[in-house]
């Protein structure tokens, strides 16, 4: 809070004042009292296209003027101006400071611990100064951010709060999201326009959220008046720069990017790869026989929601892993352990709650199982299934009479999914990506609204069976006043 109030306060200072340098200084910045002013708002999700996963949601404010502020991304622009005549020679100037969040999921919410070879939950929020040079044709801009990721960002509140307003299950695996950090980021982004209709847009992204280049043409069709494009979705920091004159237009942009970090796949440069040989831990898997049950390829089958209905794995798993218990019981303990842990509908939670009384269990075999039964079925939604649940669960698949070398196993496993999975699991990134990004853009010198849908490769190594791209649209609002 104390950092956001010292950049609100830098923003906000005035760029003027009585003495003779700072006359001076706003003569040179073409400073006018009453310069434009921008506010605009940015809204990304890819619920327009019928999606909750990936990059699932993203907001951004942003208030700017066009004139010099004290700010330090516009001296950075100043201080270029000293390298290069050109920088001295710009046609108008912005800057602007912004408050956005994005957040990332995993495709399915309903599983309470960690959809290994997916994306882990993740959430960041930044405050940015940004800062662009407007030319004939080009432009430069500049963006410099202080931000935070993992639970400190509030991503588990925000998205809840979204699925509630729609009437949607909440999601249920945010307690295993990335840690916080605090991440700076460093963002530069330059157009070049041979003609109004067709240019080329360059990107250089450094810090601890995103580090990456990309580079993409740009084709615009209709009444354009400016003299290059403003920024084509949320994470794009080059301003709009038409007051004069009324234009719309529609657009279409592909760009190749090249990343080598990304702050929400991973917590940090150690973490643990995203599929676990099970006989990596010989400390205390060695000595027991399920060691060869969880590195076997029927468990990784029975687990991968991806591949098969839960009805038909667990069918699987009724009849190879577990085939003398009971339904009820039997469905519990896979579920806990095989399925993430979801709540059962209404119809299923009847069907096993009567099995279970009708074939009298034997409670013996099942040391907690009301309490177990419980916190399976009946516990709140969106809340995620715990350590003990789970735990029990392996005890009941073991048997009651289990060796202390087995008990090791199964909090050896426990362990690793539970504490060092929320800590330090991640996916591995895919370098190379591809972006196609389309939409209208409407403006008039009061007003402009902007909408688009991009459809982008993933950005990490995906288990086979996730769709290898993701698609999202958004919508901007922007008001112009003086």
């Given at each position: 809070m104390r950092i956001i109030?010292?950049?609100?306060?830098?923003?906000?200072?005035?760029?003027?004042?009585?003495?003779?340098?700072s006359t001076e200084l706003n003569k040179n910045s073409n400073f006018t009292p009453n310069s434009p002013k921008l506010f605009k708002m940015n809204w990304?999700?890819?619920?327009?296209?019928?999606?909750?996963?990936?990059?699932?949601?993203?907001?951004?404010?942003?208030?700017?003027?066009?004139?010099?502020?004290?700010?330090?991304?516009s001296w950075i622009l100043r201080g270029f101006s000293f390298l290069s005549k050109k920088f001295s020679n710009k046609r108008k100037e912005y800057s602007g400071l912004n408050l956005s969040q994005s957040m990332f999921t995993p495709s399915n919410l309903q599983r309470s611990d960690i959809s290994r070879g997916e994306r882990p939950?993740?959430?960041?929020?930044?405050?940015?100064?940004?800062?662009?040079?407007?030319?004939?044709?080009?432009?430069?801009?500049?963006e410099l951010g202080y931000g935070v990721v993992g639970p400190i960002s509030n991503g588990k509140y925000f998205q809840s709060k979204i699925h509630e307003i729609v009437n949607s299950s909440l999601p249920e695996g945010w307690n295993n999201q990335i840690p916080n950090q605090k991440?700076?980021?460093?963002?530069?982004?330059?157009?070049?326009?041979?003609?109004?209709?067709?240019?080329?847009?360059?990107?250089?992204k450094y810090g601890g959220f995103d580090t990456s280049v990309g580079v993409g043409p740009i084709l615009r069709i209709g009444n354009i008046k400016t003299d290059v494009s403003?920024?084509?979705?949320?994470?794009?920091?080059?301003?709009?720069?038409?007051?004069?004159?009324?234009?719309?237009?529609?657009?279409?942009?592909?760009?190749?990017?090249?990343?080598?970090?990304?702050?929400?796949?991973?917590?940090?440069?150690?973490?643990?790869?995203?599929?676990?040989?099970?006989?990596?831990?010989?400390?205390?898997?060695?000595?027991?026989?399920?060691?060869?049950?969880?590195?076997?390829?029927?468990?990784?089958?029975i687990s991968d929601q991806n591949s098969n209905s839960y009805y038909k794995r667990y069918i699987l798993y009724q009849e190879l892993i577990n085939p003398?218990?009971?339904?009820?019981?039997?469905?519990?303990?896979?579920?806990?352990?095989?399925?993430?842990?979801?709540?059962?509908s209404?119809?299923?939670?009847?069907?096993?709650?009567?099995?279970?009384?009708?074939?009298?269990?034997?409670?013996?075999?099942?040391?907690?199982?009301?309490?177990?039964?419980?916190q399976s079925l009946f516990r709140n939604d969106g809340e995620p299934i715990s350590p003990l649940i789970r735990f029990m669960a392996y005890n009941y698949l073991i048997g009651p009479d289990s060796s202390i070398e087995k008990k090791e196993a199964i909090a050896s496993i426990l362990y690793l999914n539970e504490i060092e999975g929320k800590n330090r699991y991640s996916v591995p990134l895919k370098n190379s990506q591809g972006k196609l990004?389309?939409?209208?853009?409407?403006?008039?010198?009061?007003?402009?609204?902007q909408i688009w849908a991009e459809l982008s490769t993933l950005e990490y190594n995906s288990i086979s069976n996730i769709p290898n791209f993701h698609r999202f649209g958004g919508i901007q609002f922007g008001y112009k006043f003086n």
């Open positions: 109030i010292i950049l609100l306060s830098i923003f906000l200072t005035p760029t003027f004042s009585q003495d003779s340098n990304e999700n890819d619920l327009f296209f019928n999606s909750d996963r990936e990059y699932t949601n993203g907001v951004k404010f942003e208030y700017g003027e066009y004139q010099f502020n004290h700010t330090p991304t939950y993740s959430a960041y929020n930044q405050l940015s100064f940004i800062s662009s040079y407007l030319w004939n044709n080009s432009s430069l801009a500049i991440l700076l980021q460093l963002n530069t982004e330059y157009q070049y326009f041979f003609l109004k209709q067709f240019g080329i847009v360059s990107s250089i403003q920024g084509i979705n949320l994470n794009s920091i080059t301003p709009t720069y038409n007051f004069e004159e009324k234009e719309n237009y529609f657009y279409i942009q592909p760009k190749l990017i090249y990343q080598t970090w990304n702050g929400t796949l991973e917590a940090s440069s150690h973490s643990l790869p995203s599929n676990i040989d099970p006989n990596a831990i010989p400390y205390a898997l060695s000595t027991s026989n399920y060691n060869k049950l969880f590195s076997d390829p029927l468990y990784v089958s003398k218990a009971d339904f009820g019981i039997n469905y519990l303990i896979y579920n806990a352990i095989f399925n993430g842990g979801e709540i059962p209404e119809n299923l939670k009847n069907l096993i709650v009567s099995n279970i009384i009708t074939t009298n269990t034997n409670n013996s075999n099942y040391p907690g199982l009301e309490y177990f039964i419980n990004n389309f939409g209208y853009v409407v403006q008039s010198d009061v007003w402009y609204i």
